[in-house]
């Protein structure tokens, strides 16, 4: 058994001796602004819980009740007999809450990049992807057939210029994250509509990292940017801020019906238990009656944005809650990481493949559950390991 796989443990070696080799790091805890980790409480900023909704009394609640009247599982897929009310309930209220037509929900966001690229393009089609979208996007290009162009990263004269190469296809699609993951800074949406509208193109945007984020109620970089009904295809996640799991496009009826028979996770996936569709119609309710959360999330942003740039380190270009701390050499990024650990902070090295090589980064995600306090105390630690590792 074991010889069958040495050629793949060989490249698992290699990233040991590079120190890039990541083990899983499991919570002893539930996830909060401090967890628990190998025995110890540290400052969690890694996960994305902008909001802190993975704890909220009202989506437990929504989940305890929804598993006790409907069960934990649904048993079939959407298209067979796997759709309860609440599903379409919950995609009506998507919708309404996107100001779009429709919604319909995938099983993760992941899933919703792929199940829509790859339905809704073939070879008559184009598609223009900045060059730092999210893998799940990259994946779903993959699939289909259509040609593609990558411009770089938020240039709008790459764009433009893909935009002119690109004549006489059936469909157009400009792709890209609203809110790039590993940079925090928000695409150009406004830019990028203008010249669609110019070259007869369709926009789709990732709004992963934007929803529960930006906009209105954390309606996300549409309504941020006031472009309402001028984006075709919105995705979103609710498995970050919306604090529970899965994915859905927000768009029009025809978008809607097509992906429910040509969307391949959709069809062929089971769909979500009652208890994360429950909870995550209770998560939207909480973005529309607690905007005070959203608030507090942008308060502590600024706090510890500020703070990491005064204390001198490299924050590259981010302007959301996502602040990278950009140090370039992979195994220095993972050996600050480790420090911070040991000063009780929880802040994950991120390294190539995830960033471009000589990129390499410790990636802060503050949330609106954290005192301020708690980041103080994490600045302290990150001056302190900054100091030692030399980066400051
Ligand atoms: C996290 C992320 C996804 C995947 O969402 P999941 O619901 O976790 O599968 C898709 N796109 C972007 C930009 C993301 O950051």
Redesign the pocket.
Known sequence: MKEAFQYLQEELDQMKENQTFRPLIPLASKQGSRVKIKGKDVIQLSS?NYLGLTDHPRLKQAAIEAIEKFGAGTGSVRTIAGTMDMHNALEEKLADFKHTEAALVF???????QGVLSAILAEQDVVISDEL?????IDGIRLTKADRKIYKHSDMDSLEAALKESDGYRARLIVT?????MDGDIAKLPEIVELAEKYNAMVMV????ASGVLGKNGRGTVNHFGLDGRVHIQ?G????AIGV???YVASTNTLRDYLIHKGRPFLFSTSHPPAVTAACSAAIDVLLEEPELIVKLWDNTAFFKNGLKALGFNTGKSETPITPVIIGDEAKALAFSDKLFEYGVFAQGIVYPTVPKGTARVRTIVTAQHTQDELQEALNAFEKAGKEIGII
Do not use: E, P, W
């Open positions: 994305n099983q993760s966001g992941f899933t919703t990049n979208n999210h893998a799940s996007i994250d609203g809110v790039f993951s990732d709004d992963a990292h995705v996640t609710l498995s970050k799991l899965g994915g």
